[in-house]
């Protein structure tokens, strides 16, 4: 029997807390918030490498999707702490902030700064933590939200030190409790690249899969990982320098690493003290004017541009860039921005990124005059397509000239009757006879019908203004209404859902990946706000007779078809597209918002999108068959975390 004194009730108190109101502590209790256990599990075992303590990390997805992460640092205290309790019940128990328990000042990495423990310990079935200190090993048990089941024990001896934790998220909390392995390897993947020769290695127990992550390259590898399905035109240029001001140093230290490649995408992923920081901020900023500044006074020097000519933009000059920054920073100049605090505030991280950058482009081009003028040409181009994909569409604007285009978009667009945009969903439909169907089986007040011909362009392979005169390209861009590129505007949409509906079969998944990809390079913000979606039709239909009646019931997946127990007294129907359904039963089934199936295009991770998107539909063959043989599962959804709303 369980003995509480006064202080393990304020520690189940504590931990209450977490289990009432998780959201507040890992922001959900989908996918996302699940995962977020083990990054706190993992920046703990990460900060322990950074402050110099073993160099490699293992970390196992169990059968039963509980996780094992185990590091090879100096084992996490367990001698008493102040209060009495041993230092890891203390740790894994009460909400503290991170430097409160060690006088080396003990660094966070981001996440949950020094509480993750205890929030994790909280959100789990069960917690087992084990050190290897001392020449002993030790072990605490933890069960049911955090409630301690045992004291810390001694249960052997070693030479060894380090930490293990292992837990299982409480599926009494989670909406899942299945760990994704490729959103985990992605996350490790990452960590392995800024950590010069951080050793992870990812095993899963599900289906008895390893990989081994380290790079001593460091971001070098990580901007030729990123490259890789792209065309690059020279090695991967790497900056790496402490910040200076009149000669001495500052505690702001500058790596960067880029390359150029043929591709019309423009990549750059940042992060400071080895947190990723997805929305940006100073340190970006001072990136991208250093390259806009370097670029224009070399392209003067050498009358690359005329003196009348106005400077090149900075999206034009980024076109076809790779590039990672890794600012490293003191903590006591730290400053987020931001509601998710995703982006850097500190005005020092632009003055130095662009001061360090500037000086070496400088040089840098003009020690590689071929890739210097290489730039600078597809500057010049890009910047031509731009502008005259900027009076294309001025001169449609203005409706001087009735041009083919918007006649066409009137004949094809089947708009709807409500002006309200809040709730107007524009569904782009594979085909005419789909088109059909969806015209008379939509509600008219606030569905409006789009339906597109053959394949869509692919935009990968395309500048802006090939895309421009792409006719379908050109009438999404003018149903939508809110511009595209630089100049997309997320206010002006006229629809508040954009909704693909293909057929469910590979043509299909190829429209919607194309298509994807064109919202990615043209209308990022729109796929950012989440307002993407994909129709999901059903593909079978039941029949059966119920007296006098016809009873039927629709299938999405060929599991939920195997998990009928009486399916033979079905008659089955396969919907091979959607245009064998009758209006009705496409309402019923795909648009009717109380009865349907969609999923939101959600975009978790900006780089390995682009990277998939590449791989998927830019110029590398080979490296597209790689991928392909090696991905046989191809499903559209594994470019994309997925939600079902339904
Ligand atoms: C498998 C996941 N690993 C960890 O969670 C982990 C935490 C940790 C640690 C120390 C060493 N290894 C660790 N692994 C540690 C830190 C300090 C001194 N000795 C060992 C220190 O900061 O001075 N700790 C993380 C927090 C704490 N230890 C502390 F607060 F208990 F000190």
Redesign the pocket.
């Known amino acids: 029997m369980q003995r509480y004194d006064e202080s393990s009730i304020r520690i189940l108190e504590g931990l209450e807390a977490v289990r009432k109101r998780p959201g507040m502590y890992i922001g959900s209790t989908d996918g996302r918030g699940l995962h977020h256990l083990v990054w706190e ?1 993992l920046d ?2 990460i900060d ?1 490498v950074l402050s110099g303590y073993g160099n490699s990390i293992q970390i196992t997805i169990k059968e039963d999707n509980s996780i094992e ?3 090879e ?5 367990y001698k008493p702490h102040a209060s009495g309790r041993p ?1 890891t019940e203390v ?1 894994f128990t009460t909400l503290h902030s991170g430097g409160k ?2 006088d ?1 000042g ?1 660094s966070v990495s981001g996440g949950l700064h020094g509480v993750g ?1 205890a929030v994790v310990n909280a959100l789990s079935q069960f917690l087992v933590v084990t050190v290897q200190r001392d020449g002993k090993i030790f072990r605490q048990s933890f069960a049911e939200g955090g409630t301690k089941i045992g004291d810390l024990e001694q249960i052997g001896e070693t030479k060894k030190t380090g ?3 292992w837990f299982k998220p409480d599926p009494k909390i989670f909406s899942t409790t299945l760990m994704n392995y490729d959103a985990i390897k992605e996350r490790v993947r990452e960590s392995a690249f800024l950590i010069k020769g951080l050793k992870v290695t990812l095993i899963d127990e599900r289906n008895k899969q390893k990989e081994v992550f380290q790079y001593f390259d460091g971001i070098k590898e990580y901007v030729s990982f990123l490259n890789k399905p792209r065309k690059p035109f020279d090695e991967v240029h790497i900056i790496n320098s402490q910040y200076k001001v009149n000669g001495h140093k500052t505690p702001i230290n500058v790596e960067v690493a880029f390359q150029y490649s043929e591709s019309y995408s423009e990549v750059i992923v940042s992060f400071v003290n080895n947190v990723r920081t997805k929305d940006g901020g100073t340190h970006e900023i001072g990136f991208k004017s250093a390259l806009t500044r370097a670029i224009n006074d070399y392209a003067r020097k050498y009358n690359l541009i005329k003196e009348k000519d106005e400077n090149l933009d900075g999206v034009d000059i980024r076109e076809g860039l790779t590039a990672i920054i890794s600012l490293r920073i003191s903590e006591d100049l730290l400053e987020f921005e931001g509601q998710t605090k995703n982006k850097l505030g500190t005005p020092d991280a632009r003055t130095a990124v662009e001061s360090v950058v500037f000086e070496n482009m400088l040089s840098y081009l003009e020690e590689n005059l071929t890739v210097a003028n290489h730039i600078i040409t597809r500057s010049i181009n890009a910047k031509k397509a731009r502008e005259a994909a900027r009076k294309a569409r001025d001169l449609a604007r203005s409706g001087k000239k009735q041009n083919k285009k918007e006649v066409t978009l009137s004949g094809k667009l089947t708009p709807t009757q409500s002006k309200d945009k809040s709730v107007l969903e524009l569904f782009l439909v594979e085909g005419d006879s789909a088109g059909g169907s969806a015209k008379q089986g939509r509600n008219r007040h606030f569905q409006a019908i789009l339906p597109l011909r053959g394949k869509v362009l692919n935009t990968e392979r395309a500048s802006a203004d090939q895309a421009l005169r792409n006719e379908e390209i050109n009438t999404i861009i003018h149903a939508i209404g809110a511009d595209f590129g630089s100049d997309f505007d997320l206010k002006k949409m006229n629809y508040d859902k954009i909704i693909i509906m293909t057929d469910a079969d590979t043509d299909g998944a190829h429209i919607q990946v194309l298509l994807m990809t064109f919202f990615l390079r043209f209308m990022r913000p729109l796929v950012e706000a989440g307002k993407l979606y994909i129709a999901l039709p059903p593909l079978y239909r039941l029949m059966r007779k119920r007296g006098r009646n016809e009873e039927s019931r629709y299938i999405w997946t060929d599991e939920e078809l195997n998990q009928i127990e009486d399916l033979q007294t079905y008659r089955i129907q396969r919907f091979k597209g959607l245009g064998e359904m009758n209006s009705d039963q496409l309402w019923d089934t795909t648009m009717n918002p109380e009865t349907r199936s969609i999923i939101q295009v959600q975009l978790d991770d900006v780089s390995e999108a682009d990277q998939k998107i590449t791989t998927l539909m830019g110029d590398n063959v080979a490296q597209r068959r790689e991928w392909i043989e090696s991905n046989v599962d191809f499903e559209v959804s594994d470019d994309f975390e997925i939600n079902k709303e339904v």
């Open positions: 599990i703990n075992a322990e992460i185990i590091d640092g100096r084992g996490m205290p230092t740790i328990f060690s080396s003990y423990g930490t293990t934790v």
